[in-house]
Nanobody, 126 residues
Framework: QVQLVESGGGLVQAGGSLRLSCAAS????????MGWFRQAPGKEREFVAT????????DYADSVKGRFTISRDNAKSTVYLQMNSLKPEDTAVYYC???????????????????WGQGTQVTVSS
């Protein structure tokens, strides 16, 4: 089992920045690809970003590319999502997830993830 706890959400004005953190405990964190997803009110949960466990290689949704950066610190068992130039449409509950995958995989689909956090609310005002 892997337990994931997100933090860092809050209310920010459009154009501002937030950094989300996801602390993992349980199994060996470094063997899991980590991802961020989000769910806006009335919408389905969607992929935001993912990072391989074997390297810093990452992938992003087109809607956040160039504005968001995912990173991980295996020594601290923590993954981060730096969000810059925030827009009102970024408002959502953000979820951290862990995927037990091969080293070269960057999972972008929800079914590829084995464990999920409870989520943290991000609200961007216009």
């Amino acid at each position: 089992q892997v337990q994931l706890v997100e933090s860092g959400g809050g209310l920010v004005q459009a154009g501002g920045s937030l950094r989300l953190s996801c602390a993992a405990s349980g199994r060996t964190f470094s063997n899991y690809a980590m991802g961020w997803f989000r769910q806006a009110p009335g919408k389905e949960r969607e992929f935001v970003a993912t990072i391989r466990w074997s390297s810093g290689s990452a992938d992003y949704a087109d809607s956040v590319k160039g504005r968001f950066t995912i990173s991980r610190d295996n020594a601290k068992s923590t993954v981060y999502l730096q969000m810059n130039s925030l827009k009102p449409e970024d408002t959502a509950v953000y979820y951290c997830a862990a995927a037990r995958t091969a080293a070269w995989v960057t999972p972008m689909r929800q079914y590829e993830y084995n464990y999920w956090g409870q989520g943290t609310q991000v609200t961007v005002s216009s």
